[in-house]
Each structure stands twice: as C-alpha cells, then as structure tokens.
C-alpha cells in the first residue's frame, strides 16, 4: 500500500518526521487489522488546519466546524494506474495539537491514532453503537500497541475520542 501524504499547512512542518510516522502506522494498522489490501492500493493522508478541515465538513458533512479528523473513502481506481485508491484522511493540526496536549500525550501519537481511526472508517468500521465502538477501538488498541503507542481508552489517560468519520451518504 503506497501512502501519499500532502502538507496543507505550514503547523506540521515542526514535526518533519510525522509523514513517514502516520505512514507506517497505516501500513501497521492493514497488518494488525487484518484488513484486506492489495499492492496497488493508495492511501492519501492530508495535514492541514483546522480551516482547511472546517471547510471539508461543512461542505461533506453539513457541520460549520472544525474536527480532529476526517475520512472519505474512494470506490474507484486512481485515473490510467490502475490503483485502488482506498480513500483520503484530513487532519486538522490546530484541533489535533489541543487535543494532544489536553491529554497529555506527544501530538505524534494522537495523531497516528487518528489516522489508524480514519483508516478503519475507510474499511467500514464505525462506532454508531457499543458493540460497533469496542470492536474498532479494540483494533485501534492493537495496532497502537504494536506500534509502542499507549492505550488512548486506558481509564488512567485523558479521553480525546475521534470524532464521527466519513461523508455524508
């Protein structure tokens, strides 16, 4: 799976090895996850502010605000490649670095969490429910821990949950 991460705003450039760090921790969360992908699979990650995002979910989801991150899966294969384009993640650094340190956690893991939570929005998890909530926060665990990442949902930790993903159907 190929990650392509494109820098919206100048905020992440303080954290230059972040790009190569939610790649891996894409890459992590198809292995741990199991989820099914193949080599010409495209995964676009977009780090930019929370304008940039506000202005996506006001005008996917019908929300006039900024979120720590959304994803917009992709059904169709990328224009003369031939590459599944799996979909794209936005991150909104503005959202994403109050949230990191309203907890007291590295902005890195928050937002690899993030990105492990929007991938498994691409692949149709949700958390409309309970039992929907704790089967993808069980493989958000997983993948975190395999990545040496704490465990966000630990009662010891401050909660920052993900908001609710995806566009508008």
């Known amino acids: 799976m190929d990650v392509d991460i494109s820098i919206e705003s100048e905020k992440w450039a303080a954290h230059p090895e972040l790009g190569r760090f939610l790649a891996r921790a894409a890459r992590k969360a ?4 199991g989820l099914q992908v193949d ?3 495209e995964l676009s990650i977009v780090l930019a502010g929370d304008g940039f995002v506000r202005r996506l979910n006001r005008a996917y989801l019908g929300r006039d605000s900024a979120t720590n991150v959304l994803s917009f899966p992709q059904e169709a294969a990328a224009a003369g490649e031939g590459r599944r384009l799996l979909g794209d993640i936005a991150l909104a650094y503005e959202t994403v670095a109050r949230q990191a340190a309203a907890a007291g956690k590295p902005l890195e893991h928050h937002a690899a969490h993030l990105v492990i939570h929007g991938l498994l929005h691409l692949f149709g998890y ?8 704790t089967e993808m926060e069980d493989i958000e665990r997983a993948v975190l821990k395999a990545l040496a990442i704490p465990d966000p949902y630990a009662p010891n930790e401050a909660q920052s949950e993900p ?5 508008a159907s």
């Open 39 to 41: 080599h010409h699979a």
């Open 30 to 33: 198809v292995e741990v996850g």
């Open 126 to 133: 949700d958390h409309d429910c309970d039992e929907k909530a």
């Open 163 to 167: 908001a609710v993903l995806g566009p």
